[in-house]
């Protein structure tokens, strides 16, 4: 409720600011010798707008993160506070309910020992906001007059006011990164966590995977931790046998729609094509576990296997690997097409057939964006977590048969994070670990699918 | 229509043009065009730009099948077959009517891929040794031997752009053409690899019968032997290049050659 108000004090206090300056340069203008001045009246009230707005939304950001604990040092040290217990779940609760009471958000407590805190919140809470709204309204007041007070004729508001801007986009652009960082360092945290529990070479060197999640965790059994299955399924999975589908389908499209079809085949078929990428993945999910799995499995009973699984991780692989045909051929048709038109009459004018300008010239000319093209699409679908999750089995399993259920890293993250276990068990944070691995993988995949792209560019510019 | 000057001694014609009119779309690029490519001499085409010379010289290796509005009506022989016959076989016809473009146009591949590309296609060498000779021999008549023998491994997009369109002529002339189409060639070039380009036209002149269009109407003068005037998709005069250009029969070829439009 208060950081509303103050936000929209500051708002306000900025238009007031806004609509002074703007009077006080007009009359600057007025006065100044040759009725000129050296920024447009309206920069001179951004400028002050600004310098309001900025400063009270810093403090606003501020007070809201360090408010809740004054507050709470304030009802915990009345005396109402005195018999609460010492520490934990209970005590925190009481408070909690007090606080709801005391801002309205509940009609009423039912711990009686919430009921005698009510006061003290509430005398808390308007003690702080009336605080905060002091102090915003002081902040408001000395940064717009000292902005105020610089404004004179050949003040350059103007350039200030641009720079204030430039750096207000700056800071916009810097969240993603930032974002990135934050992920990276949480996950790396956990991942600290995990390894101080079991060791990084069991993890990444052992053969066997089946945490116990009812296991002591003080004292896991690092054998049990072997992620060597899952970083076999997720390749065999999404790196084998999806891109056994993906590359030639895609590439075969790409060429098709680039080389062979005429404008309205194309005009249908790549739209077409497109609308693959727009399908949800649990959509595919269900495709892959209701339709192709089963069929997989009948055909492996026709075929003579005993007892095969009915959730293989060909049936995944195949699914992934339709999916992922639209990132390989709309990657390989922007580079084929991006081969100059000259290169290709070249090569037909020395009676070169279509199909040996696309063998020799065109595909090696694009090679180079067809590659960044499937790395990309092989970090896509290593990733990919719905249709595993769906249609390959939770079982980890380290083998060449594709009929076989087989499980990836990705479907052990949601296993391990839904799974039963506190957080603080080490079957549970096997999963930081594993999203590190993960995240370091397509990173690296992204980063050298992108150099070579930039690469590839340059050479026909 | 076609002014034809008198005075031209009967030649054997390499190829020959016969009410060539050609079609993008519904528009008509070329106008019942008719010519005799002689096979020992330069034949120079000049024109205003968008006057069809292009278009023209693009019919005599069917390279217009490539763009799918264009369409030519008439009659192109090579040693008197119908080139536009159904039972012509496109990949023969050009490994016979080589080409250079505007722009050079090197693959991205090494100097020695570039012109090893159309003996390979078309079958042309048995074994590596033969190959090898086949490159050599190629580089060494586009006058570029000298120059990239001893990086032949190196990207031919690396060399200068008159080293690239010498390595096209190259490329082109690997495959032993009897007819070279070159359309603008020197048009990307500065004067000095324009200078080498002509001194090896003229070299290369009697060995193959050559086609080349140009802007340059110095430059016609300078390479060609015969030489054609278009303008507005017809061919307006052609004869020996010395009396097109100083004894012009048209007054719109006079025109263009004194510089009035174009």
Same mark, same amino acid.
């Given at each position: 409720?208060?950081? &509303?108000?103050?936000?929209?004090?500051?708002?306000?206090?900025?238009?007031?600011?806004?609509?002074?300056?703007?009077? /006080?340069?007009?009359?600057?203008? %007025?006065?100044?010798?040759?009725?000129?001045?050296?920024?447009?009246?309206?920069?001179?009230?951004?400028?002050?707008?600004?310098?309001?707005?900025?400063?009270?939304?810093?403090?606003?950001?501020?007070?809201?993160?360090?408010?809740?604990?004054?507050?709470?040092?304030?009802?915990?040290?009345?005396?109402?506070?005195?018999?609460?217990?010492?520490?934990?779940?209970?005590?925190?609760?009481?408070?909690?309910?007090? /606080?709801?009471?005391?801002?309205?958000?509940?009609?009423?407590?039912?711990?009686?020992?919430?009921?005698?805190?009510?006061?003290?919140? /509430?005398?808390?809470?308007?003690?702080?906001?009336?605080?905060?709204?002091?102090?915003?309204?002081?902040?408001?007041?000395?940064?717009?007059?000292?902005?105020?007070?610089?404004?004179?004729?050949?003040?350059?508001?103007?350039? %200030?006011?641009?720079?204030?801007?430039?750096?207000?986009?700056?800071?916009?652009?810097?969240?993603?990164?930032?974002?990135?960082?934050?992920?990276?360092?949480?996950?790396?945290?956990?991942?600290?966590?995990?390894?101080?529990?079991?060791?990084?070479?069991?993890?990444?060197?052992?053969?066997?995977?089946?945490?116990?999640?009812?296991?002591?965790?003080?004292?896991?059994?690092?054998? /049990?931790?072997?992620?060597?299955?899952?970083?076999?399924?997720?390749?065999?999975?999404?790196?084998?046998?999806?891109?056994?589908?993906?590359?030639?389908?895609?590439?075969?499209?790409?060429?098709?729609?680039?080389?062979?079809?005429?404008? *309205?085949?194309?005009?249908?078929? *790549?739209?077409?094509?497109?609308?693959?990428?727009? =399908?949800?993945?649990?959509?595919?999910?269900?495709?892959?576990?209701?339709?192709?799995?089963?069929?997989?499995?009948?055909?492996?009973?026709?075929?003579?296997?005993?007892?095969?699984?009915?959730?293989?991780?060909?049936?995944?692989?195949?699914?992934?690997?339709?999916?992922?045909?639209?990132? =390989?051929?709309?990657?390989?048709?922007?580079?084929?097409?991006?081969?100059?038109?000259?290169?290709?009459?070249?090569?037909?004018?020395?009676?070169?057939?279509?199909?040996?300008?696309?063998?020799?010239?065109?595909?090696?000319?694009?090679?180079?964006?067809?590659?960044?093209?499937?790395?990309?699409?092989?970090? %896509?679908?290593?990733?990919?977590?719905?249709?595993?999750?769906?249609?390959?089995?939770?079982?980890?399993?380290?083998?060449?048969?594709?009929?076989?259920?087989?499980?990836?890293? &990705?479907?052990?993250?949601?296993?391990?994070?839904?799974?039963?276990?506190?957080?603080?068990?080490?079957?549970?944070?096997?999963?930081?670990?594993?999203?590190?691995?993960?995240?370091?993988?397509?990173?690296?995949?992204?980063?050298?699918?992108?150099?070579? =792209? *930039?690469?590839? %560019?340059?050479?026909?510019? | 229509?076609?002014?034809?000057?008198?005075?031209?001694?009967?030649?054997?014609?390499? +190829?020959?043009?016969?009410?060539?009119?050609?079609?993008?779309?519904?528009?008509?690029?070329?106008?019942?065009?008719?010519?005799?490519?002689?096979?020992?001499?330069?034949?120079?085409?000049?024109?205003?730009?968008?006057?069809?010379?292009?278009?023209?010289?693009?019919?005599?290796?069917?390279?217009?099948?490539?763009?799918?509005?264009?369409?030519?009506?008439?009659?192109?022989?090579?040693?008197?077959?119908?080139?536009?016959?159904?039972?012509?076989?496109?990949?023969?016809?050009?490994?016979?009517?080589?080409?250079?473009?505007?722009?050079?146009?090197?693959?991205?591949?090494?100097?020695?891929?570039?012109?090893?590309?159309?003996?390979?296609?078309?079958?042309?060498?048995?074994?590596?040794?033969?190959?090898?000779?086949?490159?050599?021999?190629?580089?060494?008549?586009?006058?570029?031997?000298?120059?990239?023998?001893?990086?032949?491994?190196?990207?031919?997009?690396?060399?200068?752009?008159?080293?690239?369109?010498?390595?096209?002529?190259?490329?082109?002339?690997?495959?032993?053409?009897?007819?070279?189409?070159?359309?603008?060639?020197?048009?990307?070039?500065?004067?000095?690899?324009?200078?080498?380009?002509?001194?090896?036209?003229?070299?290369?002149?009697?060995?193959?019968?050559?086609?080349?269009?140009?802007?340059?109407?110095?430059?016609?003068?300078?390479?060609?032997?015969?030489?054609?005037?278009?303008?507005?998709?017809? +061919?307006?005069?052609?004869?020996?290049?010395?009396?097109?250009?100083?004894?012009?029969?048209?007054?719109?070829?006079?025109?263009?050659?004194?510089?009035?439009?174009?």
């Amino acid at each position: 409720m208060s950081p &509303t108000i103050l936000l929209l004090l500051a708002l306000g206090l900025g238009l007031a600011g806004w609509l002074a300056a703007r009077a /006080r340069a007009w009359t600057l203008r %007025r006065e100044s010798a040759d009725g000129r001045l050296s920024s447009l009246p309206t920069y001179h009230a951004w400028y002050v707008a600004l310098w309001i707005v900025l400063p009270v939304l810093a403090f606003i950001a501020l007070w809201s993160a360090i408010a809740p604990g004054l507050i709470s040092q304030a009802v915990l040290s009345s005396p109402a506070a005195a018999d609460l217990p010492a520490f934990g779940f209970q005590r925190q609760t009481i408070l909690n309910e007090a /606080r709801a009471v005391a801002t309205g958000a509940a009609p009423a407590v039912f711990n009686p020992q919430a009921r005698d805190l009510v006061e003290p919140f /509430r005398d808390a809470l308007s003690y702080y906001n009336t605080i905060g709204i002091v102090v915003t309204l002081l902040i408001a007041f000395l940064a717009g007059t000292w902005a105020f007070l610089r404004l004179k004729p050949d003040f350059a508001a103007r350039t %200030r006011v641009e720079r204030i801007v430039m750096a207000i986009l700056l800071a916009a652009s810097l969240v993603a990164i930032l974002t990135t960082i934050g992920i990276l360092a949480s996950l790396i945290f956990e991942t600290v966590r995990f390894f101080g529990l079991v060791s990084p070479i069991d993890f990444l060197f052992g053969t066997h995977w089946g945490p116990d999640p009812m296991a002591n965790p003080d004292n896991p059994d690092a054998s /049990r931790y072997g992620a060597i299955p899952l970083f076999w399924g997720t390749l065999f999975i999404g790196a084998i046998i999806a891109m056994i589908v993906a590359i030639p389908l895609g590439l075969m499209s790409a060429i098709y729609l680039t080389q062979y079809a005429n404008p *309205k085949v194309r005009s249908w078929v *790549k739209p077409a094509l497109e609308i693959l990428a727009g =399908v949800p993945t649990v959509v595919y999910g269900y495709f892959a576990a209701l339709t192709i799995a089963p069929a997989i499995r009948d055909l492996a009973i026709d075929l003579g296997a005993s007892n095969p699984s009915s959730e293989s991780a060909l049936a995944a692989g195949l699914v992934m690997g339709v999916m992922i045909i639209p990132f =390989v051929s709309s990657m390989a048709d922007d580079s084929i097409a991006a081969v100059p038109q000259s290169m290709r009459d070249g090569s037909l004018a020395m009676g070169a057939t279509t199909n040996e300008t696309i063998r020799r010239v065109l595909v090696p000319a694009a090679l180079p964006g067809i590659v960044a093209g499937v790395m990309l699409a092989i970090s %896509r679908a290593i990733g990919e977590t719905m249709i595993v999750v769906m249609a390959a089995s939770t079982a980890a399993n380290l083998s060449g048969n594709p009929l076989e259920s087989m499980t990836t890293v &990705t479907v052990q993250i949601v296993a391990m994070l839904t799974g039963e276990g506190s957080f603080d068990h080490p079957a549970t944070l096997s999963a930081f670990a594993l999203g590190f691995v993960l995240f370091m993988v397509t990173l690296g995949l992204n980063f050298v699918a992108l150099r070579v =792209v *930039k690469r590839y %560019r340059e050479a026909y510019e | 229509m076609t002014v034809v000057h008198e005075n031209l001694e009967a030649t054997d014609a390499k +190829m020959s043009a016969r009410d060539v009119s050609v079609f993008y779309g519904d528009k008509k690029a070329i106008d019942e065009v008719s010519i005799e490519i002689p096979t020992k001499y330069v034949t120079a085409f000049i024109g205003p730009s968008g006057c069809g010379k292009s278009t023209f010289l693009r019919t005599l290796n069917r390279m217009n099948d490539t763009i799918p509005s264009a369409r030519v009506e008439g009659d192109i022989t090579l040693d008197g077959e119908d080139i536009y016959r159904s039972k012509m076989d496109v990949v023969q016809l050009r490994a016979r009517v080589g080409m250079v473009f505007q722009k050079p146009n090197p693959f991205p591949k090494s100097i020695y891929e570039n012109i090893a590309y159309g003996p390979k296609i078309h079958g042309l060498a048995e074994g590596k040794d033969e190959l090898d000779a086949i490159v050599e021999r190629s580089l060494k008549r586009a006058g570029l031997w000298e120059e990239v023998k001893d990086r032949l491994q190196d990207s031919g997009t690396a060399l200068s752009g008159g080293q690239q369109q010498r390595l096209c002529i190259a490329r082109a002339i690997a495959v032993d053409p009897e007819v070279i189409l070159m359309d603008e060639p020197c048009s990307a070039l500065d004067p000095i690899a324009t200078a080498k380009i002509e001194e090896l036209i003229a070299e290369l002149n009697g060995r193959y019968a050559i086609v080349i269009v140009t802007h340059s109407m110095q430059q016609a003068a300078r390479v060609s032997q015969r030489t054609a005037f278009f303008h507005l998709g017809k +061919m307006v005069e052609y004869g020996r290049t010395s009396d097109i250009f100083t004894n012009p029969l048209e007054q719109r070829t006079q025109d263009y050659i004194t510089g009035r439009y174009g």
